[in-house]
């Protein structure tokens, strides 16, 4: 039964193979569209570039080909979560490039599975998560707090009723605008406190450096 049901499947579909060929085209121009002009100029990452382009086309053709596994959105629910969750072992993924890789994932599995759509729906559809990303990228009226772990030298101003000489000294040592500070552990055998320091960041450029949430270990020669 198996070997009849094979002998039915055409060599060659050419109605299927340019509607593949169609959408993947489709996909790729709208992914590629997100990561040249919304994310690259801000990050300049060359290697979550190529992981953002290689991912989208690889979800697609999973789903587009995998369409008539009758899975359906189950079947891209268990993919998205999948892929949703990964963690390189080499390097954590930042927030804002895990919203990415999100976005670029589901616009893949939409443009593979929503095969009763047209074009024009699936172009609005795209469109719309064009322009979040972009109001959300560009928008400089947000004002944003970042924060940095500081190992500090001087522990005689970390007390409450000297905070104001504290907010100025590492204004004036670290050129940061000083919004808040949190107090961790105290050395005083080496005269060091650790310090959680929040700071203004405005619109500035993403800083990935900022999700280091701990000094590393140094090893004496």
Same mark, same amino acid.
């Given at each position: ?23 993947? &085209?489709?996909?790729? *121009? ?5 990561? /040249? ?63 990415? !890789?999100?976005? =670029? ?8 599975? &929503? ?6 729906? $699936? ?13 959300? +990228?560009?928008?400089?009226? !947000? ?15 970390? $007390?409450?009723?000297?905070? &104001?000489? *504290? ?8 050129? $940061?605008?000083?919004?808040?500070? +949190? ?6 055998? /080496?005269?060091?406190?650790? *310090?959680?320091?929040?700071?203004? &960041? ?12 701990? =000094?590393?270990?140094?090893? +004496?020669?």
């Amino acid at each position: 039964m198996d070997d009849l049901e094979f002998l039915d499947v055409p060599l060659v579909d050419m109605a299927d193979t340019w509607q593949l060929l169609l959408r993947f &085209a489709f996909n790729t *121009l709208v992914t590629w569209c997100i990561i /040249h002009f919304l994310y690259y100029p801000k990050s300049r990452r060359r290697d979550y570039y190529f992981t953002f382009t290689l991912i989208s086309a690889s979800v697609f053709f999973l789903i587009f080909l995998l369409g008539g596994v009758k899975l359906k959105i189950g079947f891209a629910l268990g993919l998205f979560a999948i892929f949703g969750i990964i963690r390189y072992r080499t390097e954590s993924m930042p927030v804002r490039e895990m919203t990415y !890789l999100f976005v =670029l994932i589901a616009l893949s599995v939409i443009n593979a599975l &929503a095969v009763t759509l047209s074009y024009a729906e $699936l172009l609005v559809t795209s469109m719309v998560f064009f322009v979040l990303i972009h109001v959300c +990228e560009n928008n400089r009226r !947000l004002s944003h707090v970042s924060c940095k772990l500081v190992l500090y030298d001087r522990v005689d101003l970390v $007390l409450p009723e000297r905070r &104001a000489e *504290l907010v100025q000294d590492l204004q004036r040592r670290t050129g $940061l605008t000083v919004v808040r500070i +949190e107090v961790g552990a105290m050395d005083f055998l /080496h005269d060091t406190a650790m *310090l959680k320091v929040y700071y203004d &960041a405005g619109g500035g450029e993403a800083n990935t450096v900022d999700q280091l949430m701990r =000094l590393p270990k140094t090893t +004496e020669q």
